[in-house]
């Protein structure tokens, strides 16, 4: 084979990367059988061997298209535990887990603390506790876009719906905790479904924006709605990315 076919072979294998040694010698192989052919039947057609050669690439393509495509095939055939369902889940999930850890070391009480004060000290009422609501959602916004960023990249075929899975499975759980925390259940369980206050407290706990008793679920509603709309969106729009990238596009 001369030189100008062995350099496009070379390309060819170069875009193969991910496919198994033992694989991607057997089609690059193959390759070669097919571009020997074709270059033999441009020489019989009365070309030189040169003119044979560029006719005969010319019809297979770009190298970097033909490796491509061979290597998005044989992805097709074997595809990754990561793209299935459960595999993307298991990322979504263990990627919110880290983050949520890391979050708790960084967001500690004394750190949340000097926020309070620093914002009530620099603004008035108002203001701070709109700066405070907005900084609130961006500390559970953030991480879920992290969260669906990592899934897309890794888990780019099922990433948005195991985001989603796992972000709602997170706002349940911690629905349920917020509604034992406030006594929901206890007032269920007395047929009275209003906020019962915790023994020798005369007033609701207070959320910023919104008074009483709506602002207890109120704003976890819109926090989680952000939160929700960050992770799948970074997701949705870095899985079809990713697939493009590394030629596992459906």
């Known amino acids: 084979m001369n030189r100008l076919l062995e350099e496009y072979v070379a390309e060819v294998r170069a875009g193969m990367k991910g496919i198994p040694a033992e ?9 070669r059988q097919h571009l020997a052919a074709a270059v033999e039947a441009e020489t019989l057609a009365g070309k030189s061997e040169e003119e044979a050669t560029l006719e005969a690439v010319r019809r297979f393509g770009s190298a970097r298209t033909v490796g491509r495509g061979l290597l998005r095939a044989w992805r097709r055939g074997n595809p990754s535990w990561l793209a299935s369902p459960l595999g993307a889940v298991f990322v979504a999930l263990g990627t919110h887990f880290v983050l949520g ?6 967001f500690t009480q004394e750190t949340v603390g000097g926020w309070i004060g620093a914002a009530y000290s620099a603004f008035p009422p108002e203001i701070a506790e709109f700066v405070l609501s907005a900084v609130a959602s961006l500390q559970y916004a953030v991480p879920a876009a992290l969260v669906g960023a990592v899934t897309g990249f890794l888990s780019p075929r099922r990433a948005w719906q195991a985001v989603a899975a796992t972000l709602l499975f997170s706002f349940g759980v911690g629905t349920l905790w917020l509604l034992a925390e406030g006594g929901w259940f206890a007032g269920i369980k007395d ?3 209003l906020y019962r206050l915790p023994e020798g407290e005369s007033t609701l706990p207070a959320y910023p924006g919104l008074p009483g008793q709506a602002a207890y679920l109120t704003e976890p509603i819109v926090r989680h709605a952000l939160t929700l709309a960050a992770g799948v969106g ?7 990315l990713r697939q493009r990238s590394t030629g596992t596009a459906a």
Do not use: M
Not at 101 to 106: E, H, I, M, P
Not at 234 to 240: N, S
């Open 234 to 240: 970074a997701a949705f729009l870095l899985g079809p």
């Open 101 to 106: 850890r890391l979050s708790t070391l960084f």
């Open 23 to 31: 694989r991607a010698d057997e089609e690059v192989a193959e390759l």
């Open 191 to 193: 047929g009275n479904l």
